[in-house]
């Protein structure tokens, strides 16, 4: 059994007159680094608010099927609990910030577990040093880049020491150098604290070489999963006009055997081929 287990999930908003997702069957394991992506409208948010129990116990409407997040039945246990299990980063962080240091935003959420002063002291530094922001601990969290900003909500959601992290685009506001360190600190975060990882991510570029797996989702149903030299290089996923990275479409124009999904890589393969 996954970490997390989607069976046969159905779900339609109360003041929808269709369902968002159709019948959603989904197995993420334990350490899995998964991308989520598909065209706007698609249901990736959805899902995503599904996979922290937010819907169905924060949200009216027709709910099917079932969701254990690491042994836990969505509809059986509340928000307060799964989100001990599940972190879940969105696309704003600005949103989410509210203290006055960053310091006090992480300590935040293990203040409210009710911990011990030392156990919330030793989490919040290694939640910062996780994601190397201990240099901004004293730091505003308004007066900081929208990069670092996400490596706080990231840090605080660490803090709660979470198996799981779900990311809702969270680079979507960011310049590409910051979103690259984002991305870099995903897989670090899978690498080296086996992390599960699921990824919403438009930037198909940056994330191919370093995900798992990808879900291709289109209308509420998810149209293709696995590995993603197998999915991205798919007809599928070029017949639903999201954009496909572009060492896909270069290898596709040469009429390459081989589905590499880094330059260098393919850099390799055509040196062999001269
Ligand atoms: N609170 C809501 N009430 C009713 N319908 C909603 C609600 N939130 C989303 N929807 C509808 O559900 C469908 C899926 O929306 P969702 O936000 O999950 O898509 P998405 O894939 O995240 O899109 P995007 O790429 O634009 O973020 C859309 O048709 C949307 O209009
Ligand atoms: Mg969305």
Redesign the pocket.
């Known amino acids: 059994m996954g970490i997390i287990e989607v069976r046969n999930l159905t779900f339609k908003?109360a003041?929808?007159d269709k369902p968002?997702l159709y019948n959603i069957n989904l197995s993420i394991d334990k350490g899995e680094f998964l991308l989520i992506t598909?065209?706007?409208?698609?249901?990736?948010?959805?899902?995503c608010k599904c996979l922290n129990g937010l819907i169905p116990n924060s949200?009216n409407g027709d709910f099917n099927g079932e969701v254990i997040i690491d042994g836990l039945s969505t509809k059986e246990h509340p928000v307060h609990e799964i989100a001990q299990h599940v972190g879940l980063v969105f696309q704003d962080p600005e949103n989410e910030l509210f203290c006055t240091s960053v310091e006090k935003e992480i300590a935040f959420g293990p203040e409210n577990l009710g911990l011990s002063r030392e156990e919330i002291r030793r989490r919040v530094e290694e939640a910062m040093a996780m994601v190397g922001i201990s240099h901004l601990r004293e730091r505003s969290p308004y007066e900081l880049s929208g990069g670092e900003q996400q490596k706080v909500a990231i840090a605080a959601l660490l803090a709660m020491k979470p198996k799981i992290l779900v990311l809702?685009?969270p680079t979507s506001n960011l310049d590409p150098f910051s979103a690259y360190s984002i991305l870099n600190l995903l897989f670090n975060l899978k690498k080296e604290y086996e992390m599960t990882i699921i990824l919403?991510e438009h930037r198909l570029d940056m994330v191919a070489k370093i995900v798992d797996r990808c879900v291709i989702?289109n209308e509420?149903r998810i149209i293709a999963i696995g590995p993603p030299e197998e999915v991205l290089y798919s007809d599928i996923v070029e017949s639903i006009g999201i954009g496909i990275p572009k060492i896909v479409k270069l290898v596709k124009t040469l009429g390459l055997s081989s589905r590499p999904l880094s330059s260098n890589v393919l850099a390799d393969i055509l040196k062999v081929k001269k």
Not at 38 to 47: D, H, R, S, V, Y
């Open positions: 908003y003041n929808s968002s598909g065209p706007t409208g698609c249901g990736k948010t959805t899902l949200y809702d685009e919403i989702m509420g």
